[in-house]
């Protein structure tokens, strides 16, 4: 007696197949290509009186694509890589003329603080590096990443490339901060007056984020109704506002002068540290309260401290808990036709709560990712000129930040006490983040600025134009050339090619861009 009928598999989840009773019928191992079609025969054959047999046979019905990056990598990454040749000293040389202002006043256009700079001090390219890798990664996730899994946000917890960037560029204008408030407490500028810019910048910030992620091109008129209120420039001018706020506050004037005074004491080889206790203080103050909302607030049919996606997650018991105190204070606050309505956790878990990954929760803890690179910059002015010690303390912070995640996730996905997850932006996520953003800084100054091995490019040219490259990739993301009609829209190679043609175009703009000296400031 034979028999067969259609199965469906979708591998994002174990699937267990029941026929009457719980038994054993069959087991067979497969791997399972992208885009194949299978069918899964299951044939049961009577041997003789009182004995049967179960055979399982998969048969491929159609041949998947060929999927591996290592076979598009070799002939797409040369579209990227060429943008390397616009600069004739990509390696091993540093130009003697740059073009570039006072190494404070940095360039982040949300960050420069002074008007008038000095053309005679040096400048941090390592930091317009750091800031333009990370941006150039972000336009390359944003526009697909070659649809590669692997290469999108993760739909929960765990990390993957997309995963990276946006903290370490809230890092990276956490030290330009520091650089930048040096420069204008040393030249005397009014705390007032530095704080009315903060504050213009901050609202500049906000309500251009706004903007960029609630387009209605091709849609209709925008609904104030659905309007979605938070958002990557959000956060980054928010978290940028608190920080200055409180370095205004608390600060005791130039870092360098101050480093100089307390040499000698017992207490010296933590002073970049020590003479900023209640900068400190207060940081510890706002993560205990994001730890006392996240684990202790109540949400209602959710357990406390629920930090799971919701859905049919933990087999469905929690499936209008999505992100737990994060998404429900979000809801409460903002209201639900306010935030994103297509988490990156819907596809794989079937929620239907909207939920925000830039929420207001998140937020506290963007601004420990913040503070936590405002300290790198205080490093940099504390200890200018003693490079070992730079690189030293680098490596001890992201040492120190490294531990405390190995603790918090017990170095595990799903297992730990807080898991890392870019949708909470869990404390966990900031100091695994924070870790990676000192060490990669780390190499980066040593290679750019103490031995002037590489200039930095191309990373360094959309570093000095930042907010320009990120707001136009986004509303140009449509547009031709940055995306055209392609072949065979299932093939990961065409993809990746574009993508990647896409972010090379912008690397293109942001060095003709920066060889006319012209610069995006807000």
């Not at 299978?38 to 044939?43: A, D, Q």
């Not at 357990?303 to 737990?324: D, E, K, M, S, V």
């Not at 930042?466 to 050339?481: C, M, N, Q, T």
């Not at 065979?488 to 043609?501: K, M």
Request: aromatic share 14%.
């Amino acid at each position: 007696d034979e028999s067969s009928s259609p199965l469906e598999l979708y591998l994002m989840v174990v699937l267990t197949l029941s026929i009457g009773t719980p038994c054993s019928l069959c087991w067979v191992s497969e791997s399972f290509g992208e885009f194949g079609h299978y069918s899964l025969w299951v044939v049961r054959a009577n041997l003789s009186v009182g004995s049967e047999q179960v055979n399982c046979t998969i048969i491929t019905d159609q041949e998947p694509i060929n999927s591996s990056l290592r076979n598009n990598q070799l002939a797409s990454l040369p579209l990227f890589g060429c943008t390397a040749a616009f600069d004739s000293n990509f390696v091993l040389h540093t130009p003697k003329e740059v073009g570039t202002p006072n190494r404070a006043a940095d360039s982040t256009s949300h960050v420069k603080l002074l008007s008038q700079q000095n053309p005679g001090s040096r400048r941090l390219r390592s930091l317009d590096t750091f800031r333009g890798l990370a941006l150039v990664i972000m336009v390359f996730v944003n526009y697909g990443a070659g649809k590669y899994w692997f290469l999108e946000h993760e739909r929960w917890n765990g990390l993957t490339l997309a995963d990276l960037v946006f903290p370490w560029f809230v890092f990276i204008m956490g030290t330009s901060i520091a650089l930048a408030l040096s420069s204008a407490l040393r030249n005397n500028y009014s705390r007032w007056k530095l704080l009315g810019k903060v504050t213009w910048r901050t609202v500049v910030l906000v309500l251009l984020g706004i903007i960029i992620i609630n387009p209605n091109y091709c849609k209709g008129p925008l609904s104030w109704g659905t309007l979605r209120i938070p958002g990557v420039l959000q956060r980054l001018g928010l978290s940028y506002f608190v920080v200055i706020v409180m370095e205004l506050q608390f600060g005791k004037g130039s870092p360098e002068m101050i480093a100089l005074v307390n040499i000698g004491k017992w207490w010296s080889p933590f002073r970049d540290i020590l003479i900023y206790w209640p900068q400190w203080i207060l940081i510890v103050l706002l993560e205990t309260v994001w730890l006392c909302l996240t684990f202790l607030f109540p949400v209602p049919d959710c357990p406390r401290g629920y930090l799971g996606p919701g859905g049919i997650g933990h087999f469905g018991q929690f499936a209008n808990c999505t992100g737990g105190a994060a998404g429900y204070i979000d809801r409460i606050i903002l209201g639900e036709s306010h935030i994103y309505q297509h988490p990156s956790c819907t596809t794989l878990y079937h929620t239907t709560l909207p939920y925000d990954p830039e929420g207001l929760l998140g937020l506290i803890n963007s601004i420990v990712m913040a503070f936590l690179g405002l300290q790198a910059g205080k490093i940099f002015l504390i200890y200018k000129g003693q490079n070992k010690q730079i690189t030293l303390r680098f490596f001890i912070w992201s040492l120190v930040l490294g531990t405390i995640s190995a603790i918090l996730t017990k170095c595990s996905r799903d297992e730990g006490f807080i898991p890392v997850n870019k949708n909470l932006w869990s404390i966990s996520y900031i100091t695994t983040l924070s870790c990676f953003a000192y060490f990669i800084l780390m190499i980066v100054y040593f290679l750019v600025d103490v031995r002037k091995w590489w200039s930095g490019a191309p990373f360094y040219y959309p570093g000095m134009n930042s907010i320009l490259v990120y707001v136009g990739h986004e509303v140009f993301a449509h547009y031709f050339p940055f995306k055209f009609e392609m072949h065979n829209p299932q093939s990961h190679g065409e993809h990746l090619a574009q993508n990647l043609f896409a972010t090379s175009i912008w690397v293109l703009i942001a060095y003709i861009l920066y060889r006319k000296k012209i610069f995006w400031k807000i």
